[in-house]
């Protein structure tokens, strides 16, 4: 799999450049070598005639709400030809030990610490309302090639006449790759339902493109640490500046889903984890870009601080 080397000097002009038109876009699934805290660049792409967002978030390996949060106001099924789409290709790794798997249930991303220095990211798909993924930390305790789907009693419960076993192929909601987790029937798999990808539309399994999975599939050994995560706001030092990215909450992903908009919500205990994060800077930050920020929720790292007085 590609890999762009980037510097942090790279990161950060990817990331004032979100404005400009025609930038290369990302390779499906290429992702930088790791930098202290953030992967990634934010770029923009111009929709190809006949493109859905959906036909976009794909090809960049974004999820549904992501890409829609970061393009408000962009058509989702005819966005328009040479229509500017942001890509939040950009992330800050989350606050958790960077080994294994490490899921952020509010960005609806997988972050992958092969172990080797390097980080890459993912697009997910998680639990619908009542039917969350946990929070907590697991292993991978099987891997299955082609699985069977044995239909869940939750679903059963709602379906009755649904069928209770569905057996390898086109129709199975698995897709063709399933990491077994020490969670009784919550699994890490592919779909064929690529569209579901960055919603919150499962039982609580993790839903993840079928190219995704099968790099994690490959590469991922039995008893990988997997720790889920809720992290609406995450925080990373880069240049001397101090970056924020905001997430939408779930109830704000569920609004985006039925209208494309959604309403504010303030992040818990942000005041206390912005001075945290700042430190022995905490009188450079800037307080309306971190309004801003929770404001937009758009998912691209901003800085929220000023210049350091010399």
Known sequence: MARDDLSRRQVLAGMAATSAAGL????????????PNIIGEVKTTKARAGQTLMDVMREHNLGYVEIVAANPGVDTWIPGEDTEILLPTAHVLPDAPR????LNLPEHRLYWFPGDGTAESFAIGIGAEGKVTPIGR??????????????????????????????PGPDNPLGKYALYLGWPAYLIHGTNLPDAIGRRASHGC???????????????????????VDQQAKFAWMDGALMMQVHLTGKQADQIEETSQFEPEPVPDLDARVKRAAGKEADRLDW??????VKKRNGVPVRITRDARV
């Open 24 to 35: 290369i876009a990302t390779p499906r699934l290429a992702w930088a070598r790791t930098l």
């Open 138 to 167: 697991t292993t991978v305790v099987r891997k299955q090639k082609n699985p069977t789907w044995h239909v869940p009693k939750s679903i059963l419960k709602e379906e009755p006449d649904h069928v209770k076993v569905v057996k």
């Open 206 to 228: 993790i839903n993840m493109y079928p190219e995704g999975v099968e790099v994690l599939f490959n590469r991922a050994p039995i008893g990988t640490v997997v720790q889920v």
């Open 99 to 102: 080994e294994g798997m490490v």
């Open 288 to 293: 309306d870009a971190i309004a801003e920020a």
